[in-house]
Nanobody, 117 residues
Framework: QLQLVESGGGLVQAGRSLRLSCAGS????????MGWYRQAPGKQRELVAS???????NYADSVKGRFTISRDNAKKTVDLQMNSLKPEDTGVYYC???????????WGQGTQVTVSS
């Protein structure tokens, strides 16, 4: 079973950057599809960025050009570089992994990101 721990959240002013990191433990990390999700107050959780086992990347329209997801299979980490942050990026960010993007079976505890205007 893949276990995930996020870090790097915090309070930041609009226009600044943050980098989130997700550390995985367990076997076969390279075989997992990985994603970053966020949940804003009063809203449903949404997929922000994904990176399947083949290393391709996909982004929500709202973050394209500002966020970059990357993975290091040797270190078992998945990072999310967030630039030009906006107040609407505020939320709890979760790292998740699964056999494919439709079946995410492992979730981290979440890290809070707050962007002030």
């Amino acid at each position: 079973q893949l276990q995930l721990v996020e870090s790097g959240g915090g309070l930041v002013q609009a226009g600044r950057s943050l980098r989130l990191s997700c550390a995985g433990s367990g076997s076969f990390f390279s075989l997992y599809a990985m994603g970053w999700y966020r949940q804003a107050p009063g809203k449903q959780r949404e997929l922000v960025a994904s990176i399947p086992r083949d290393g391709s990347t996909n982004y929500a329209d709202s973050v394209k050009g500002r966020f970059t997801i990357s993975r290091d299979n040797a270190k078992k980490t998945v990072d999310l570089q967030m630039n030009s942050l906006k107040p609407e990026d505020t939320g709890v960010y979760y790292c998740a992994g699964g056999f494919n993007m439709a079946t995410m079976t492992s979730w981290g505890q979440g890290t809070q990101v707050t962007v002030s205007s």
